[in-house]
């Protein structure tokens, strides 16, 4: 469609001229110019858009002076800054990512964090990157990386971006979480899986869409899957099903998600295989049977708190204990969700996961469930200050899909992706070049960890597990600062299992009940 456009101005320029020179002048460089975005791999939006697309790359050149004079500094854009964005393109491109001339960040404005170092700091290359998850039950325990992919469907990505994901994980080692949609042919490329299971049993339902035992085990004991998570809610639309219309429903997405065609396909709001925290539980203990032992765990957003804080007594009565536990922060959100419930519904992750650590720590429960985060999450420091916070592994979605070439067009809902990430247009997928981004998937994930533990190492730890909320400063107001311990309350070792119930805690705790949420 642009090569046409420039024919027709260019057609439209040697009507006016009428001189066949200018013509042929004009046109053989376009013609060779357009050739060339064709055949190139390396540029999507070259490839979607040839010609037109220089003129993106022409003034992202210029983007800088242009923003410096009129328009507003690199920390303003949402969700994401440029800042942020031009770290994970350079990382995932190894180019230079260093800051010249200081930080531009407002280090005296209230909310400003920062990490303590140490006199004495620990090179990186003696700092373990990986953390085992499994508890007792576990008989497949999992070595992970401190940073994985976080769940993404297909369906809401491209079979490209999928393949691309999957393959970069094998290249860098580490996981890639399916999303709720089921394991495709494009999640199969050789990478480690989380195999997610929403409301929808996509992947393993029977014809009525209940859970079907079979069909689980056969997808859980695949060698890619490592391991499996139960989705309750996630941070984008917490307690708000989904509806893919039956004229979107592919053959291909009828086969992965085992639906009929010609049929709507519900997502429901809730689970249907159980209806209390101790079914909860022992359904988690029924996959973890199915899968021959694979690590088990369950994915929410945080809501009213009293029904997690009855998960954790269901735990106590049961000793049935989840493998991990995956908080999903309401910032998160890589597809479309309704405005508000993106804007005003789910805890924010750092509220969030200070909940679910705490309530853990107070059942004595923290050392045997890995917790691992979700939302936002783009450099090493975003790794260090929510482990600080009490997690364990963080998981990255909109991080990994910059790293693939997104360029926050904010048109995943639309299937008008430019760069043929977010979208199932054929045409606009073919820009996305599978064994290219590949490689940017892998360098974006070993240049964040390769950070992560240098930051580890300059705080003079030799372990991330070390990471303490003392070590992390933030600045309440304009005079005082104080220590993540000092701002927030932390839990004592079986604080909610004595007599004195923390103050904050009393009344959600006694309303907890392991019967029913």
């Keep these: 469609m642009s090569f046409a456009i420039i024919l027709l101005a260019v057609g439209y320029i040697f009507a006016m001229l009428h001189d066949v020179r200018w013509f042929l002048g004009l046109l053989i460089p376009l013609v060779f110019i357009a050739i060339y975005d064709y055949l190139q791999t390396q540029h999507s939006i070259l490839r979607n858009f040839p010609i037109l697309g220089h003129l993106r790359y022409i003034l992202e050149f210029i983007r800088p002076e242009i923003r410096q004079y009129f328009i507003a500094s690199d920390q303003d854009e949402k969700p994401f800054s440029r800042e942020q964005r031009s770290i994970v393109y350079q990382r995932s491109k190894n180019e230079e990512d260093t800051l010249p001339f200081g930080t531009q960040g407002d280090l005296y404005k209230s909310g400003y964090t920062w990490l303590s170092h140490s006199i004495i700091p620990i090179h990186a290359k003696d700092i373990e990157p990986r953390i085992v998850i499994g508890g007792e039950r576990c008989l497949q325990p999992y070595s992970s990386s401190r940073l994985n992919i976080s769940a993404m469907s297909f369906g809401s990505l491209s079979a490209n971006a999928l393949m691309a994901l999957n393959l970069g994980a094998k290249v860098g080692n580490f996981a890639h979480n399916t999303g709720e949609g089921g394991i495709s042919s494009y999640h199969l490329q050789g990478g480690d899986l989380i195999f997610q299971v929403g409301t929808g049993y996509f992947g393993c339902r029977d014809d009525k869409g209940n859970f079907d035992p079979k069909e689980f085990q056969k997808e859980a ?41 010609g049929q709507d396909v519900l997502s429901p709001i809730a689970h249907s295989t159980f209806h209390t925290p101790i079914e909860l539980l022992q359904f988690i203990d029924e996959m973890r049977t199915l899968s021959g032992g694979k690590p088990v765990g369950f994915k929410l957003s945080i809501g009213r708190r009293h029904e997690f804080l009855s998960i ?10 989840p493998d991990f536990i995956t908080v999903d922060g309401g910032e998160g959100g890589t597809g479309a969700a309704p405005v508000e419930y993106s804007d005003f ?78 979208t199932q247009n054929k045409r606009l997928q073919w820009g996305l070049v599978v064994d290219e981004k590949k490689h940017r998937v ?49 839990l004592e070792p079986g604080a909610l299992l004595k007599d004195n119930i923390p103050a904050g805690f009393e009344k959600i705790w006694s309303a907890a009940n392991a019967q029913h949420f």
């Design 221 to 261: 004991l695949r060698p890619e899957v490592k391991m499996i998570e139960l989705k309750l809610s996630q941070g984008a639309k917490p307690g708000h099903g989904g509806i893919l219309p039956a004229a979107k429903v592919t053959e291909e997405i009828a086969h992965v998600r085992k639906v009929k065609m």
């Design 312 to 321: 954790c007594k269901a735990m106590l009565e049961t000793n049935i204990l």
């Design 345 to 422: 519904i789910g805890a924010p992750l750092e509220n969030a996961l200070l909940f679910v650590n705490n309530s853990l720590v107070g059942v004595n429960l923290r050392d045997k469930i890995r917790i691992i985060c979700s939302g936002k999450i783009i450099t090493g420091f975003d790794m260090v200050l929510h482990i600080a916070l009490g997690s364990d592994i963080c998981h990255s979605a909109r991080g990994m899909m910059m790293a693939l070439g997104c360029v926050q067009s904010r048109q995943c809902n639309l299937n008008t992706c430019p760069t043929g990430v977010a």
């Design 442 to 490: 892998a360098n974006f994930h070993q240049n964040t960890l390769a950070s992560f533990t240098e930051i580890v190492g300059a705080m003079g730890l030799s372990n991330p597990s070390q990471i303490k909320p003392f070590l992390v400063k933030r600045r309440v107001d304009d005079v005082t600062i104080k220590t993540l311990d000092e701002v927030f309350t932390y």
